[in-house]
């Protein structure tokens, strides 16, 4: 296993990266796909200054099943865009959601056909080399929980789940019993700390100051001969803005979590 984290495509993202020996990191784009790929000659060029090497890109605003078909074909184009280029810049791990759930819809109904737009990813991304995950939280995505991922896993058995411990968390569930029964099929993992006070989400602070048990999170991933990428990522106001604590926030997480490694 090896550190990473969400970067924006900045220099002074990929630089922080580099000098706080985090040799990974991720792309989310929230922008429109255009003005990502706009960037694209600048941001290889920071990945070569540099010598980081990108764990995962995907979308987590684009909708799979969206009832407006040329919305759908919108954001199915940008995926394969965006796989395309996973497969330029090395980046083993796409992610993306199931879709979201409209109101009133069945969730079968949901599924058959979040499935069907999945098969035909999952087989696009495969002839390129890139490994389809779908995250487990909840933007355009419904399939966050066990049962979802059973459903998906019996249908498309080579796709693969990127997961976030607090997401569980705060949804009252067990993390560790998710990773226990589903952390072979992991192909990316993000390290997020999280805070409830009263069963309330309260703040996401660094990882190691935050009531997580990540030496169990991590004894569990050995088990599960976990080879991915451990991607930090820098959440709320005051952990995400680089003018207050984001970068501080950061390299605590990365010693502290390389702390716990074995390797």
Request: net charge neutral; charged share 30%.
């Given at each position: 296993m090896k550190v990473g984290m969400i970067a924006n495509w900045n220099e002074d993202d990929i630089r922080f990266a580099a000098e706080a020996k985090i040799p990974y990191v991720e792309f989310i784009p929230w922008c429109p796909m255009g003005e990502f790929t706009g960037k694209r000659k600048e941001i290889e060029?920071?990945?070569?200054?540099?010598?980081v090497n990108v764990a995962?890109?995907?979308f987590f605003n684009h909708d799979i099943?969206?009832?407006?078909?040329a919305k759908r074909e919108s954001d199915l184009k940008d995926i394969r865009e965006m796989i395309a280029l996973c497969?330029?810049?090395k980046s083993p791990v796409f992610m993306i959601g199931a879709g979201e759930l409209q109101k009133g819809q069945d969730e079968q109904v949901a599924l058959r056909q979040s499935i069907e737009a999945l098969k035909k990813i999952v087989d696009d991304a495969g002839k390129q080399g890139v490994t389809v995950a779908i995250y487990n939280c909840h933007c355009w995505n419904y399939c966050t929980t066990p049962r979802h991922w059973g459903a998906l896993l019996s249908a498309i058995p080579q796709i693969r789940f990127k997961y976030d411990c607090s997401h569980s968390y705060y949804?009252?569930?067990?993390?560790?019993?998710e990773l226990?029964?589903?952390g072979r099929y992991l192909a990316h993992t993000h390290v997020k700390g999280c805070v409830k006070a009263e069963g309330r989400r309260v703040v996401d602070p660094p990882a190691g100051l935050d009531q997580l048990d990540w030496r169990s999170v991590l004894g569990l991933l050995y088990q599960c001969e976990y080879?991915?990428?451990?991607?930090?990522?820098?959440?709320?106001?005051l952990w995400n803005d680089p003018k207050q604590l984001k970068y501080q926030g950061l390299r605590f997480s990365a010693n502290?979590?390389?702390?716990?490694?074995?390797?």
């Open positions: 060029g920071y990945l070569s200054k540099y010598k995962a890109m995907g099943i969206h009832p407006d078909a497969k330029d810049w949804d009252g569930r067990e993390y560790l019993a226990r029964d589903f080879k991915g990428v451990l991607s930090l990522e820098a959440h709320s106001a502290y979590i390389k702390s716990l490694l074995v390797e």
